[in-house]
């Protein structure tokens, strides 16, 4: 299959592609493509503009300064499951970064791709929400920052601008020594998953939890954080019965079916999905710091 005919223009710099993308009609950013080729040879996208970031280099990079950490857009997704100073001060980005895709569309595909494509099931925005990231758009008006709780407008609709472009995303890393979890049920490995749940915990000194944050993707039109459950954990010893209620908590939420599962299905994975997350999550909460 062949995409509709389109002009390629290869973006030099950050201020180049922003006069491209405030300039040229029709036109889509090019990152990894591995969405975006797809879209287009299948033709559900015809664009008359293809503006290539990866020459960008300021935009590629992790930056770690302090407690703050900075994703530039155009950092691939095998290096963000690679840096060791990454996993060191966040170890739930490589757990999750695992199940994005396969090897071969990690090499290519961008931190800032998967964000401005927004599948409900991508586990990079998922873990923007439960870092409680902040998204940077640059275009020729300047820079806006937008939180990732207010950047999914709707079903694969980021709130991005017809001449924005993502050039990061930042958080704030957890303390040493907090626990973690991702999981996710796929029929394959590498494909999008039906239900997946990331979970951070710290405890505090008598082991009771302190900070508790939650995210659910592939339920719903983008990540959710499902402040009921986060709420129930704070004070409370891990238990199972603790993680059981989380679990059947979230499994009474309405969900949608699809071609694959059923919403009953969906809500039963989530549940049980949940209550692993959260338990392993604690455990590692438990065990001496790992930074
Ligand atoms: C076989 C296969 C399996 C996959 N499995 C998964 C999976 O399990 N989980 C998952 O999350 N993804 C998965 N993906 C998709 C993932 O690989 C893509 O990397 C990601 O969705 C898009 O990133 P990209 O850099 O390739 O972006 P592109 O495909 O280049 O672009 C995607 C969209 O974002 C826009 N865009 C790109 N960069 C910017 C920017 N800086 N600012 C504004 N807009 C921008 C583009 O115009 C386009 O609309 C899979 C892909 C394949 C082919």
Redesign the pocket.
Known sequence: MKPAPFTYHRAGSLAEAAEMAATLDNA????????????MNLRY?AVDHLID?NPVAE?AGITIDGGRVTLG??TR?RTVLEDAALAACCPILREALG????VQ??N??????????L?P?????GMAALLGAEIT?TSQNGTRRVAMADYPLGYMT?D?NGG????SLSFDAWPSGHGWDFREF?QRH????MAGVGSLITLDANGCIDRAAVVLIGIDDGPVRPTDVEAMMIGEAPSDALFRAAGALIAERPMAGDALVTETYRQHLAGVLLRRSLANACVRASEPAHV
């Open positions: 889509r950013l090019l990152s990894g493509g591995q969405s975006l080729m797809a879209m996208v970031l935009i857009a155009m997704q199940f994005v895709g396969h569309t990690r290519r595909g961008t931190v800032g791709g998967s964000l401005a494509h599948d099931a991508a586990e990079l925005p758009l980021p991005i924005e472009i993502l050039t796929a590498g494909d999008f998953a």
